[in-house]
């Protein structure tokens, strides 16, 4: 017998009378279901049209005018502000990044809580009508702490990153599962507001040049999202990037500034995609700022005006950035031109909207080249964040450093005849101390040297705790000393921040070499690895009472 799973259940009469009011229901039904499928719209898709050189948003031509915002450097109350603002400027869509070390600080130890409720700030992107242009890397760049890869894959020294190294893939792969999922719904063809994602990033400025590596995140991508998603990449417009950064399977589109040739550089794109829509992916509307340089700055009528000659030719844009916000804690980056560049604090990068949140004069040229091509949102531009005066603040001490090491190393140091890296001693960011005694009794000034390169990347020294001057990674590396044999001897080491472009991302830190002391080389260290954030907890802050100031009783 066949259980009926029909929702209708007939009236009982004849034996005849079921079967033909079941063929009644049956008709009703189907035709219910013909007009709801002949009422329904079409199903929602975001595609590429080779022969119209077009994006097509539900079979429309469709561009879009985007902005980069960075939920990780924007402090959740802020989100909404900054969104909206954006949103009324005329952009149509947001570009994101995912950064991969500010979700998994430990392998397989996930944070997605609070600032970094990555799912939330993508929400609320969709309830103020904004679309979404992802960038999950698992590399981003960004002028973020190891362009987002996490520390502890240099746990294993001989990693070789960005490639088809069984154990980066490994680590990749184990992230991507965990944070696809989260995406998947999100996606336009699924009801949300993700049109598009980026693969990697900008990997042609990498020397690996791995295709077996892109073709496996193509894959992963593929089997974790689906067909239907546009996939795509971008690089610079020079030759050899494009050849290195582009792969089959995934739309090449390039990066260029209001210096540039806006017909040469989309010639460059050309090249690699000879039909398709051109597409600007990082269009540079300012810079960002490295540790003792001027402030970065680039002209408002620059910016426009390049803006406009894109427009005209039916490109599709995004700003980058329209809003930089502020690098917090640990997480600004540092490239390598020549030498060492540590990445400021701020990241305002001259954007559109200031680090504060601020319209600028550069936000209303935009708005007005916008507005030649859609019509801008109703309303008026929200107004700049409020300012307070704070006065004056009162620092205290609450003590020195070297006398605190207990509560700030509470697990205790660890001893080796010759220092070991951040990354040995498995310490992600901050401060490392090194201690050691002098060998011998130093009574003429004797030179304490580093190799080249070797302090990664200042290492304040201090001798029986009295402050002897400062090694830097290419900088000084030697200083003149005396002392007793016996004397204790510290380097306070600080990462400023991780390589996040080119070659150099296997950025080590700490004392990569050895101190020596008129060439012969110092031994028998304890290294401290700082837990300063943990230590500055409330709940842990009886050790570290403020001292006393002149004239007041402790």
Known sequence: MVASTSPFVPHPGPAERPARMGLRALALLLAAGLLHTQASPPARSFQLDYEEDCFRKDGAPFRYISGSIHYARVPRPAWRDRLLKMYMSGLSAVQVYVPWNYHEPLPGVYDFAGDRDVEAFLDL?????LLVILRPGPY??????MGGLPAWLLWKPDIILRSSDPAYLAAVDSWLHVLLPKIKPRLYQHGGNIISMQVENEYGSYYACDYGYLRHLLGSFRMLLGTEVLLFTTDGTRAQELRCGTLQGLYATINFGPGSNVTEAFGAQRRVEPKGPLVNSEYYTG????????????????????????????ASVNMYMFHGGTNFAYWSGADFKDQYKPVTTSYDYDAPLSEAGDPTDKLFAIR???????????????????????????????????????????????????????????????FVVYRTRLPRDVLDPAMLGAPPHSVCDRGYVMLQQEYQGTLERDGQTTLRVTGRAGDTLDVLLENMGRISFGANISD?????????????PLSNWLIYPLAIDTAIQPSTLGPLRPLASPGTPS
Request: hydrophobic residues 40%; charged residues 15%; negative net charge.
């Open 125 to 129: 992107t969709a309830e103020l009508g």
């Open 140 to 145: 981003i760049c960004a002028e973020w702490e």
């Open 287 to 314: 810079w960002l700022d490295y540790w003792g340089e001027a402030h970065a700055s680039t002209s408002s009528a620059r910016v426009a005006q390049g803006l406009e000659d894109m427009l005209q030719l039916g």
């Open 368 to 430: 007005t080249v916008i507005s030649k091509f859609q019509p801008l949102p109703v309303g008026p531009m929200p107004p700049a964040t409020p300012k307070y005066a704070y006065g004056r603040v009162a620092l205290r001490k609450y003590a020195d450093l070297l006398d605190v090491l207990d509560v700030l190393c509470p697990s205790g140091p660890i001893q080796s005849q010759f220092p070991l890296t951040f990354e040995a001693i498995k310490q992600a960011h901050g």
């Open 508 to 520: 080590f830190k700490g004392l990569l070499g050895n101190l020596s002391l008129d060439s012969s």
